[in-house]
C-alpha cells in the first residue's frame, strides 16, 4: 500500500483538463476528425471537459457549424448565457459568410432555450420576428426548414410555421417530388386555416389537387374556403363538380350547391338550379316542400305551379 496523505491530490483537476485536452488533440491530428468529433459529441458524463475539447477543436476547425452548435447547447445546459451569447457574437463576425449567416440560428436556439426557461414574452418577439431571416439563410436547407416549422408550431405561432411550410412545399414541387410536396401542402393548408389565411389555404388545396385530381375531400375542403371568403358561387361551382365526379352522392351534393348559392343571396341562380334537376331531388315529402318554399322565396311562381301539378297529386304518398 502506498502511504499518500488525503490532503494532498496526486493529480489537480485542471491537470486533469489538460492531460485531457491534450490527448484529444493527439487524437485529432491522427485520425479523422469527423470520427473523434463524434465520439466527443455523445460525451455527457462531464460536460466541462466536453466544453473545453471542443473550444478547443472549434480554434482549428472552425467551418464545422456542428460544433458551434454543439459548444451553444452544452453552454445553454449549464446556464452559461453569457458566453453563449459571445459565441454567437463571435460567430456573426466570422469572415466566412456561410458561417456567419448561421449565427442567425444559434441565435434562434438561444433564445428559444431562455424563453423556456422564464417564459419571458421579450424572448418570444424576438423568435417572431427571426423567422424571416431564418427562412432567408435557410431558404434551400430542406432539412433545417423542417425543424423550423417544428419549433414555431411548438411555441405556437401558426402563422410562423406557415412560412417554413410554404418554402417546403416550394422546394418539393420544384424537384417535382410529390409525395414530399403533398405533405407539406397539406401543412401549409393546416397552418393556413389555423390562422384564417384563407387565401393560403385556397392556394395550397388547388395544388393537393392538381397532384391528386380524384380526392373528394380536397374538393370539399375547397368549397368549404370559398364559403369562408364569401364566394357563393365558386362554392357551388365546386359542389357541381363533386356531383359529376360522385354519383352515388349526386343529389347531396347537387342540393349543397343549391344552399350554398342561398346562403349567398343568390336566390334565382338557386331556383334556376333547382329546376335544372327536379327529377333527381324529388324523392320525398321533405324534398317537396324544399323546393316549393325555394320557388316561391324567390317569386319563382310558375315553377312552383309546375311542382304542385307534377307532384301535387302524389305529394301525400310521398314519405
Known sequence: MYNVPKSEPVILYREIVALFVIFIII??????????????????????????????IQKTNPADISIWERLLELYIRKGDYNKANDLIEKMGNYPKEDISSKAVLLRFILNKNLYYATNNQKYRLILSNMAENLLEGFKDDKIRLAELYKDYLSLAMPDKA????????????????????????????????????????????????????TNITYYENLAKIYIAKKEYKEASNIYLQLAEKDITKRKIYIIKAIKTLQSGNMLSDAAELAKRNEKLLIHNKADFEFLMKLYIATGKLEYAKELAIMYGKSVGALK
Open 162 to 213: 406557415l412560412f417554413f411550410a410554404k418554402e417546403l412545399a416550394i422546394l418539393y414541387l420544384k424537384e417535382k417530388d410529390f409525395k414530399n410536396a403533398k405533405i407539406w401542402l397539406e401543412n401549409v393548408y393546416k397552418q393556413a386555416l389555423a390562422t384564417s389565411n384563407f387565401d393560403e389555404a385556397l392556394k395550397a388545396l388547388k395544388a393537393l389537387i392538381s397532384i391528386e385530381p
Open 27 to 56: 487524437l485529432y491530428l491522427l485520425y479523422p476528425a469527423d470520427k473523434i468529433l463524434e465520439l466527443v459529441q455523445k460525451e455527457e458524463s462531464n460536460i466541462d471537459l466536453t466544453i473545453t475539447y471542443l473550444e478547443k
